[in-house]
């Protein structure tokens, strides 16, 4: 898949005396390294001819850049991608619980990323497949993914300035006492053999916002659940998991830090339901929402009727 993009220099461009190199960098917005792979490939263009980045345009003059043809090479496989949208610089998807997002040394296959692969046969298209954020395994929800690297290049600046909405939903034990609260404390790992984080004093600044949806009190037990909406203002791995721990109230489900919860659900009861962000061409703000899947619904019925 090619994507392009053009451009038409106005009469106020041409007295800046820009050259072609100023409308990638300040019309373009394209990074400097998109920039080197856009002139490796001779993808760019003035009035259709094939031009170097030196030329300063005339008024009228159409800029036209193709950015390089990439692709990927997971194997295909069927496993089910449940597209939310999809255009020619991304897809936002749906991930379902119990599958590893990309190929790791103890997940070599049975990936999201092989599932994309196959996805792209069925619909026979071609374009290199780039996570922009991530999700554990067992956490369900909304996963962007950059079809070409000007896209992932501007979602992921919008992440690292804070300017994509994040929200989730989860099931954690206990009562939780404050009807909203924000947990800033870092994150780090401490073993690098071992893949638990924790909060640590010289860790990676973290930031989450909770507020709470309901309680529910088992009235023999006595033991309480929450159901909680989560804002990221950081996006650590295992920010969520580890926060809420730390905080006392571990998520249902989640065996790694601890909280089983068999009875309720057989996975961490975490889901990304809710993401916006400015669309990387267009710069239109668009939003989606990603319905709480079935087993989530489940849990919440038991926690409703104990």
């Known amino acids: 898949m090619y994507k392009n993009f053009q451009y038409t220099v106005s009469m106020e461009d041409f007295n ?36 170097p980045g030196w030329i300063v345009p005339k008024e009228n003059d159409v800029i036209t850049v193709n950015l390089p043809k990439e692709t990927s090479n997971f194997h295909p496989e069927n496993i089910p991608i449940r597209v939310v949208y999809e255009d020619e610089d991304m897809m936002v998807i749906n991930k379902q619980p119990f599958v590893v997002v990309h190929p790791t040394s103890s997940h070599l296959n049975g990936t999201i990323a092989n599932g994309v692969s196959n996805y792209m046969i069925e619909n026979s298209s071609e374009f ?14 909304l996963l962007i993914i950059g079809k070409n690297s000007n896209a992932q290049n501007k979602i992921s600046i919008q992440m690292a300035e804070n300017n994509v909405l994040k929200e989730y939903v989860a099931i954690v034990s206990g009562i939780v006492e404050n009807s909203k609260g924000t947990i800033d404390l870092p994150i780090g790992r401490p073993s690098p053999t071992d893949i638990k984080r924790a909060v640590m004093k010289n ?29 990221l203002e950081t996006g650590r791995t295992h920010q969520i998991r580890v926060h809420l721990t730390h905080l006392g109230h571990p998520l249902c489900g989640d065996t790694l830090y601890g909280d089983h919860c068999p009875e309720i659900i057989d996975r961490q009861a975490l889901h990304a339901y809710n993401l916006s962000f400015k669309h990387p061409t267009s710069d239109k703000r668009m939003e989606f929402e990603a319905p709480l899947p079935e087993d989530f619904l489940k849990a919440i019925e038991i926690i409703k009727n104990m």
Do not use: P, W
């Open 16 to 51: 800046m005396s820009l050259t072609l190199k100023d409308y990638l960098r300040q019309k373009f917005n394209f990074s400097s390294r998109l920039m080197t792979k856009i002139k490796k490939n001779k993808g760019l263009f003035l009035n259709g001819e094939s031009a």
């Open 128 to 141: 290199k497949i780039r996570f922009i954020n991530r999700l554990d395994r067992d956490t369900s929800g």
């Open 203 to 231: 860790g990676s600044k973290s930031i989450t916002h909770y507020k709470v949806i309901s309680t529910f009190k088992n009235k023999i037990s006595g033991k309480g659940y929450t159901i909680l909406s989560l804002k």
